[in-house]
């Protein structure tokens, strides 16, 4: 049997995110004005992001400087540890050689705080004093308040009803690192009584959590918003993640065939694949680069790529993702970071060109999987991240079943000692897999602008 390989490139940190879009064949599809459908220029998001992430998110050069405060903050926690799972290959019986990046290690135990904390510290920089969000499970709510409460910043957390029930032990994170955290739809903004208006029991979604902060942001000159995934801003900060990998693998001596991650709003698998898709993009590599998604809100494998509002809403720009409709209300399955209406456009530009895979399981095969891997390896994986654990356990096996190696690379994004319940659940034969009928997509899709 191989020996376990802990891989850990020094104690240095990437200096400077990756901007994907330096290198991208053609360019993606602008955001849009909601109301004119004309692109927007940087000014349009100034009410809600400071400049300094503003200019991020328009950006087109291809590394951006960390901050020095920040990198000092990463270094509680990063650089983050690769494993190759032998204990696992050796269950599967699989020639494949499987690794992965782990970032349960963060204070919030998930890749969150690598944008959380680059977020609050530019936040800081404009004098901002108070910030609002949305969270799903709650990996990004904890993670925001971690870092504000390092800047010394209030945090405003809308936490997505079925999760802010099913999580209590994500709340007391948020509260124990001083957010405020409340149940969306709430009381609090006029599109949370609106919704509540309509249905006292609405279980909320991403999308309604994303206008309510939004709304709040707006409404306070002490407010900024801040978005914990689909932003590229956001997944530029992600790419920690891939350029550490790529150091440790090359101190394995290896280099990935597959890259996996799991995909919601898409920021652990865009911080993962980016950095590996640079020599792809540039013909040097032929790696493939799998997004996986639940069958429950598979907007890349049945949704419509169009532009479509980022919540609910409707306060947002327009962005063209492949999408699910902005009024696409969630099963309330435990993989509440993967609820999201749509996917980051930059991911969905690449899926677009071919360059990016998608695929969509059901939680029961993905708890499957996660207890497999806990059971082998030894770490209990987030609901979120047991996607991408399955994506990998189906590439192994299908290098067994061919007779030949492959090199597996997959991001376990966060650990699962928050979500006991939804192992409770699958073990007790509760959980119901739900997918999500394309018949419903096609009734969304009247819903959407006309562009």
Aim: proline share 8%.
């Amino acid at each position: 049997m191989a020996t376990r390989k802990f891989l850990l490139s020094d104690d240095r940190i990437p200096t400077h995110w990756y901007n994907i879009a330096a290198d991208l064949p053609t360019p993606p599809p602008p955001p849009l004005h909601p109301a004119t459908h004309q692109p927007i220029g940087p000014e349009a998001l100034a009410p809600l992001f400071p400049m300094e992430l503003i200019k991020q998110e328009v950006s087109t050069e291809r590394y951006i400087e960390i901050p020095e405060e920040v990198r000092r903050i990463y270094s509680i926690w990063r650089p983050s540890p690769l494993f190759r799972a032998t204990f696992l290959e050796q269950a599967l019986q699989t020639p494949a050689h499987i690794y992965y990046k782990y970032e349960g290690v963060s204070p919030s135990g998930s890749h969150k705080p690598n944008t959380a904390v680059a977020q609050a510290y530019y936040n800081k920089q404009e004098g901002v004093k108070r910030i609002a969000t949305e969270t799903g499970a709650g990996q990004w709510g904890s993670s925001l308040a971690f870092a504000c409460q390092i800047f010394g910043l209030e945090c405003k957390v809308y936490m997505v009803r079925v999760s802010y029930n099913q999580k209590p032990y994500r709340r007391s994170l948020m509260q124990v690192w001083g957010g405020t955290v409340v149940p969306s739809p709430s009381p609090d903004t006029e599109a949370g009584r609106r919704i509540l208006a309509e249905d006292p029991e609405n279980s909320g979604s991403l999308g309604i959590a994303i206008s309510e902060a939004v709304e709040d942001a707006a409404m306070r000159e002490d407010t900024k918003y801040s978005l914990g995934s689909v932003l590229n801003h956001v997944l530029l900060h992600q790419t920690v993640i891939g350029q550490e990998a790529i150091a440790q693998m090359e101190m394995a001596g290896e280099y990935p065939d597959v890259v996996i991650g799991c995909a919601g709003g898409g920021s652990n698998a865009a911080g993962l694949i980016f950095p590996f898709m640079k020599d792809r993009l540039a013909g040097k590599t032929a790696t493939r680069f799998l997004a996986v998604e639940p069958a429950s809100c598979p907007s890349l494998t049945k949704g419509e790529y169009r532009y479509d509002f980022g919540d609910t809403a409707g306060l947002t720009p327009l962005m063209k993702m492949y999408t699910l409709g902005h009024t696409f209300m969630p099963p309330g399955i435990h993989a509440g970071g993967l609820r999201y209406h749509a996917m980051a456009p930059l991911i969905c530009h690449l899926y677009d060109q071919g360059y990016i895979e998608a695929r969509a399981y059901p939680q029961n095969a993905c708890f499957e999987a996660a207890t497999l891997f806990a059971r082998t390896e030894g770490i209990v994986p987030a609901p979120e991240s047991s996607h991408a654990i399955r994506a990998a356990i189906d590439e192994a096996i299908q290098a067994r079943e061919e007779g030949r190696s492959r090199v597996i690379l997959f991001n376990l994004s966060g650990h699962g000692l928050l979500d006991l319940q939804a192992y409770d659940d699958y073990l007790a034969g509760k959980l119901i897999d739900d997918f999500y009928p394309e018949e419903k997509v096609r009734e969304a899709m009247k819903d959407l602008p006309v562009i």
